[in-house]
């Protein structure tokens, strides 16, 4: 069982810059891709982006350019930092860590951008 901690939301205004943190348990984090979604109001969850154990990475259109995801093996943490908000960007980021049939999630972190 792997818990994920979310930590690094909160209000910014367009134009500022957020990182998000998400700090895993246990001992296997290096093995398991590790991805970021977020859920806009009223909408389903969507990805953002991808990390996987090799560290090659990917991204959904909106964000490209503006986020970057990383990962830190030694510290069990995957990273997302958001660059350039977009009051479209406003939402619940969640992570998420996934190795075979084995997908965990966080509990999510709120993330408000005004205009």
């Known amino acids: 069982q792997v818990q994920l901690v979310e930590s690094g939301g909160g209000l910014v205004q367009a134009g500022g810059s957020l990182r998000l943190s998400c700090a895993a348990s246990g001992n296997t984090f290096s093995t398991y891709a590790m991805a970021w979604y977020r859920r806009l109001p009223g909408k389903q969850r969507e990805l953002v982006a991808t990390?996987?154990?090799?560290?090659?990475?990917n991204y959904a259109d909106p964000v490209k350019g503006r986020f970057t995801i990383s990962r830190d093996n030694a510290k069990k943490t995957v990273y997302l930092q958001m660059n350039s908000l977009k009051p479209e960007d406003t939402a619940v980021y969640y992570c998420?860590?996934?190795?075979?049939?084995?997908?965990?999630w966080g509990q999510g972190t709120q993330v408000t951008v005004s205009s």
């Open positions: 990390i996987t154990s090799g560290g090659v990475t």
């Open positions: 998420n860590a996934q190795f075979s049939i084995r997908n965990y």
